[in-house]
């Protein structure tokens, strides 16, 4: 099994499921059963993305149930495009750029938590937090990390860069002193 990656999952989160037979969704207003296609989508996107992969499955019985190990990629060093999963996507990328992880090492039963967190300034520099132990560690053992949750920070994109660098350089120029003053 190669896995899967971040991106795939989110497909299939939002892709659309056919409610028919048995699954018909009743309708309030014609009071009656209908075929439909129920879909997920994001209305908005917040400034920090959190994604929960699930890895534990439970079967019945209170104790019954094991950690799903599938390999997840996910971009460490590239952006995610959040863009196809909008409610109403406009063909231009929504991208996030990882900034932590939580990984849960051990079983169903019982384990540990670690978090690798990006240095806020230093982008390339990557941390391990385990308990009271913080270590550097490389992209690449980030990149190797079986991913519990995974934390994404909007990129801003270019226009919104573009109407901040223009709302500065307007505010200069009205604050600026005018020749004409007294």
Known sequence: ???VDVSDCLRRYCAPEYLT??????CERCKRKNDCEKKMAFKELPEVL???IKRFRYDSGWFNGTKNSRVVTFPVTSTLDMGPFLDEPNG??????LIGLIQHIGSMGGGHYIAYCQHKRKPQEWYEFDDTQVSLVSTEQVERAEPYVLFYQRVPSK????????????????????DNAS
């Open 1 to 3: 099994d190669k896995g």
């Open 21 to 26: 037979g048995k699954d018909q969704y009743y």
């Open 50 to 52: 959190c994604i929960h």
């Open 92 to 97: 231009l990328p929504v991208e996030y750029r």
């Open 159 to 178: 226009a919104s860069r573009l109407d901040r660098q223009t709302f500065k350089s307007d505010m200069r120029r009205m604050q600026a002193p005018s």
